[in-house]
């Protein structure tokens, strides 16, 4: 299972999220980015997400997780944003710590 369901927060209001893309070095989120993380810590292969993405696919487990400030998105477990769903609004050095076990289904802006 993606998440505990100890976990867990869901939103009900959402909006927005599609990825840019895979970087092969490590990087800073900037405002409006969610940047998800192959090992934990910030380090490893990193997949930026600005917007909407109602499908998100890795070949690697998520190990962290950067936000930029002033930035809240949710992801899900499921593609097109079916629960279960979390907001995050912090980085998490290590996904695990908030039942982060594996990839994500979609991500998307929260307003």
């Not at 292969?45 to 070949?59: H, T």
């Not at 908030?98 to 979609?106: C, E, P, T």
């Given at each position: 299972?993606?998440?505990?369901?100890?976990?867990?927060?869901?939103?009900?209001?959402?909006?927005?999220?599609?990825?840019?893309?895979?970087?092969?070095?490590?990087?800073?989120?900037?405002?409006?980015?969610?940047?998800?993380?192959?090992?934990?810590?910030?380090?490893?292969?990193?997949?930026v997400?600005?917007?909407?993405?109602?499908?998100?696919?890795?070949?690697?487990?998520?190990?962290?997780?950067?936000?930029?400030?002033?930035?809240?998105?949710e992801?899900?477990?499921?593609?097109?944003?079916?629960?279960?769903?979390?907001?995050?609004?912090?980085?998490?050095?290590?996904?695990?710590?908030?039942?982060?076990?594996?990839?994500?289904?979609?991500?998307?802006?929260?307003?």
């Amino acid at each position: 299972m993606l998440f505990r369901a100890t976990s867990l927060i869901i939103i009900a209001s959402l909006t927005v999220a599609p990825a840019t893309g895979i970087a092969k070095q490590r990087a800073s989120a900037l405002k409006g980015q969610l940047i998800l993380y192959k090992d934990r810590n910030y380090n490893g292969d990193a997949y930026v997400i600005d917007q909407s993405q109602s499908v998100v696919e890795l070949d690697w487990n998520i190990g962290s997780i950067g936000i930029g400030p002033d930035t809240r998105f949710e992801i899900c477990a499921k593609p097109r944003f079916k629960a279960p769903c979390m907001p995050i609004t912090e980085s998490i050095p290590d996904a695990s710590s908030v039942g982060i076990n594996g990839g994500l289904g979609s991500a998307r802006p929260l307003p």
